[in-house]
């Protein structure tokens, strides 16, 4: 089936300091990919849609200067933590949707991403 | 706007024995419902969804869920569970495919499964 990875699986940084995840569709081309964010023991919350060469999408309430995303090709997304505070510690979810369907259940996850921010 | 409560966030359970973790949701709309399953170290993967016809659905492992759209639930079963059934299962509703595709989840249900 579709793989997505996510790098790095864990960082820690500092607070202050920017850290980029990316998230890359391997073996599909992905028109849309999705940020989510999980606190512990809570939902999978959706943080912005981004789509292949265009803006992101974010959701309400979440900063798109301090969260920044670039889908700068079909098989990368990446998502910027700039001057990151340890409020934004958290565990960041990629999904990469195919473009030739336009049902949900074609989303495809990637494991994960620890940010611990000291 | 669309919501989920999964109910419980831990449920054991010895091998063999059957299993039920609950969903229910809210939606002024009409929905498409999920489940989706995350081993350890590894991402959620679509374990079962409803979007339309019969009520009750599948998955190739053993586990169904009937949607109830009086009671607002996609309660997930299986007769009888393996120790490889440990994991953490997400319930999930979209509102509509045109929507954008948006996944609201639940909190999420820890199964574990013990011999």
């Known amino acids: 089936g579709a793989v997505v990875s996510q790098h790095p699986s864990r960082v820690i940084c500092k607070s202050g300091t920017s850290v980029k995840i990316e998230c890359r569709s391997l073996?599909?081309?992905?028109?849309?990919m999705f940020w989510y964010r999980q606190f512990p023991k809570q939902s999978l919350m959706l943080m912005a849609t981004?789509?292949?060469?265009?803006?992101?999408?974010?959701e309400q309430g979440v900063e798109k200067d301090k969260f920044l995303i670039n889908h700068a090709s079909l098989t990368l997304s990446t998502l910027t933590v700039t001057s990151a505070h340890p409020e934004d510690s958290s565990f960041y979810i990629c999904?990469?949707?195919?473009?030739?369907?336009?049902?949900?259940?074609?989303?495809?996850f990637g494991p994960g991403t620890r940010l611990t921010v000291l | 706007a669309q919501s989920v409560t999964q109910l419980d966030s831990q449920v054991p359970v010895f091998e063999e024995a059957p299993v039920e973790l609950r969903c229910n949701y809210s939606?002024?709309?009409?929905?498409?419902l999920f489940w989706y399953v995350q081993y350890p170290n590894q991402g959620l993967q679509l374990l079962l969804k409803?979007?339309?016809?019969?009520?009750l659905v599948e998955s190739i492992n053993g586990f169904e869920a009937e949607f109830n759209k009086s009671q607002t639930s996609f309660h997930l079963r299986k007769p009888s569970v393996h120790i490889s059934d440990t994991a953490e299962y997400f319930c999930?509703?979209?509102?509509?495919?045109?929507?954008?595709?948006?996944?609201?989840f639940g909190a999420g249900t820890i199964l574990r499964v013990k011999s």
């Open positions: 999904s990469a949707r195919t473009p030739t369907s336009g049902a949900p259940d074609t989303q495809y």
């Open positions: 939606s002024s709309v009409s929905v498409y």
């Open positions: 981004s789509n292949e060469g265009s803006k992101a999408t974010y």
């Open positions: 409803y979007l339309s016809g019969s009520t």
């Open positions: 073996d599909f081309q992905a028109t849309t």
């Open positions: 999930a509703v979209s509102a509509s495919r045109w929507h954008g595709n948006k996944l609201v």
